[in-house]
């Protein structure tokens, strides 16, 4: 009976996930607030990033944002604002990626 054996490794989640990412990542901690229309209110809530890059960030966000919700990204700091889409949700209703519509890798005002 012959045995199949693989000659390449089977990739990680990890590296999957980093060949589908547009833009490297890198960890940081910026305070902003993410501004979205309900009806006809505005809402706000605020947001840490886990990690940052050119075209958007992972963050921790105080309010239960749907996919796809068309967002505004407020940098505390600089006061500078971005629109954004939201591109994933954990089951957790924390965890929230967001991608930038216009990418800028200077929005985040990182320091190298």
Do not use: Y
């Not at 305070?31 to 309900?38: A, N, P, S």
């Not at 075209?55 to 944002?65: D, F, R, T």
């Not at 796809?68 to 994933?88: C, D, N």
Request: proline share 4%; net charge positive.
């Amino acid at each position: 009976m012959a045995v199949n054996t693989l000659k390449k490794p089977i990739d990680s989640l990890e590296d999957r996930w980093a060949r589908m990412r547009t833009h490297k990542r890198v960890i940081s901690r910026v305070k902003f607030l993410v501004e979205w229309d309900e009806d006809t209110q505005k809402q706000r809530a605020n947001a840490v990033t886990v990690d940052v890059s050119h075209s958007g960030c992972m963050a921790i966000v105080g309010a239960p944002l749907p996919l796809h919700k068309q967002v505004r990204l407020i940098h505390r700091e600089t006061g500078r604002k971005a629109e954004a889409q939201v591109v994933w949700r954990d089951h957790e209703a924390w965890d929230t990626g967001f991608e930038l519509n216009k990418p800028d890798a200077s929005f985040w005002d990182l320091k190298p």
